[in-house]
Each structure stands twice: as structure tokens, then as C-alpha cells.
């Protein structure tokens, strides 16, 4: 894990498709929503919790750690699998969507540490930021409608076929911003997130929420955004200069 705001050592001719020796610009920053933006995974604790009681299942902290990042798709198997009462998928999928909803509107949401500010810090030096998340859009509504913030591209989970640890998310944020895969960086809190935006070619900066993230060469793992600034994700991704 990166201490004391220090990027870490990388080679400094690792520069993202350009010739030798030559700084890969940052082209773009690419915010994952739940666990990074927001602290909104108890939320879906709560809803997830509250589905399963009316399937009649157990739902505790355990079950969720194989959720987080993943797809309201992966989640609605997931419920339907303990469940000891039967129900559509598509049922359940509304009575997640609508309980979330709910906890959104109704239940504190903070804005994690550092997050804010360094969306801030990106959108005042005019660099091209988007929302990827796996999120639907009545979650991503939800969400967007409590926070001041403002992106210049959103890619949800009805945008792409396959979600995260899928590429294609983040591929098409990329192409919407009109931005190399290799010049941008994503900033992520979960392991589904973190394998789909390297699958990608973005730069990663993982922040783990409640999985673990774990750390390896060419990816940056910090404890918090707080304190993380513009200039870093330009030098952990200008490896040349």
C-alpha cells in the first residue's frame, strides 16, 4: 500500500503505447460510483437485507463481500439461491432497485474521503472525467440527484452487455470521451472493478472498501482518496516525465 502520498517506482519507458522514454499524458479520470464516490455499500446491505427477508433467506456481512462490484443481475442470482421462497428474477430485481432507491433518498449518504475534492481538482483543469459504474440507472439517478457533482460521461450497468469484471464499461467510457484506454486512470474500490478497468488498459488506483484490493506492480493501492491529488494521477500515469 502507497504511504505518505509517495507514487510509486515504475519504469520510466512504460509510457502507454508512445515511443520510448516519452510521458503518456493523462487523458481522462474514470470514477467508479458505489464504495468510491459514495459510501452507499451498507445501503445495499440494507436493501439486499430486506429482499431476502421477504424471500424467506438469511443475509448477513459474509454474503456480501462476493456482491460488491458486481451486477444487480449477479445479486438477484445470488438472493434467489438462498431464498426459501420462490419469485422472478425480474421481481426481485425491482424489489432491489426500489429498496435501494429507498435507502438513498430516506439514509445519510457521505461522500467518501477525498473523492469530491479530486473530482473537483479534475473538472477545474478541464481533464474529461466519467461515472463507470455497474449500477442501474434509477440507482445512478438516485445517487447523482444527492450529490453536487457533475461528470462529463456516465456508463451504467444498462449501457453495457457484460459488467464489471468485463472491460466493456470502462471501453466505453474511453470511447465516449474520445480518450486512449492507455491514457486514463481509474479510481476503484472493489476487485471486479479493479480487473475490469485494467482489462481495459487504464492505470488503476484501487481504494478497498470491503474487499480487499491487493497490491502488485503498475497499480497503486492507497487506504483513502483524502489527500490524493491531481498532480499524483498525473505522475503515476506520466511515467515518463
Do not use: H
Request: charged share 20%; net charge negative; hydrophobic share 50%.
Amino acid at each position: 500500500m502507497r504511504q505518505s502520498g509517495q507514487p510509486p517506482d515504475l519504469p520510466a519507458a512504460q509510457s502507454f503505447g508512445a515511443e520510448p522514454g516519452t510521458p503518456a499524458r493523462l487523458a481522462a479520470v474514470a470514477f467508479d460510483m458505489d464504495g468510491l464516490l459514495v459510501d452507499s455499500e451498507p445501503l445495499w446491505f440494507l436493501a439486499e437485507s430486506a429482499v431476502m427477508a421477504r424471500l424467506g433467506g438469511d443475509f448477513g456481512p459474509a454474503d456480501q463481500y462476493p456482491l460488491v462490484g458486481g451486477s444487480l443481475a449477479v445479486t438477484v442470482e445470488y438472493l434467489l439461491a438462498k431464498a426459501s421462497r420462490p419469485a422472478a428474477p425480474a421481481v426481485v430485481a425491482r424489489w432491489l432497485i426500489e429498496s435501494m432507491v429507498a435507502q438513498i433518498s430516506t439514509q445519510p449518504l457521505a461522500v467518501l474521503p477525498g473523492a469530491a475534492s479530486l473530482l473537483a481538482e479534475v473538472r477545474a483543469a478541464g481533464l474529461p472525467c466519467a461515472l463507470v459504474t455497474s449500477s442501474v440507472p434509477a440507482v445512478v439517478d438516485a445517487v447523482l440527484a444527492r450529490l453536487d457533482v457533475r461528470f462529463d460521461v456516465v456508463v451504467g450497468g444498462a449501457d453495457v452487455a457484460r459488467t464489471k469484471p468485463d472491460p466493456e464499461g470502462y471501453l466505453l467510457a474511453a470511447e465516449k470521451l474520445g480518450a486512449d484506454p492507455r491514457r486514463c486512470i481509474a479510481l476503484e474500490d472493489s476487485p471486479n472493478g479493479v480487473a475490469a478497468a485494467e482489462a481495459a488498459g487504464y492505470r488503476v488506483v484501487a481504494v478497498p472498501s470491503v474487499v480487499p484490493v491487493p497490491d502488485r506492480p503498475g497499480r497503486v493501492v492507497v487506504g483513502t482518496l483524502a489527500g490524493v491529488t491531481l498532480a499524483e494521477l498525473r505522475a503515476w500515469t506520466e511515467l515518463g516525465g
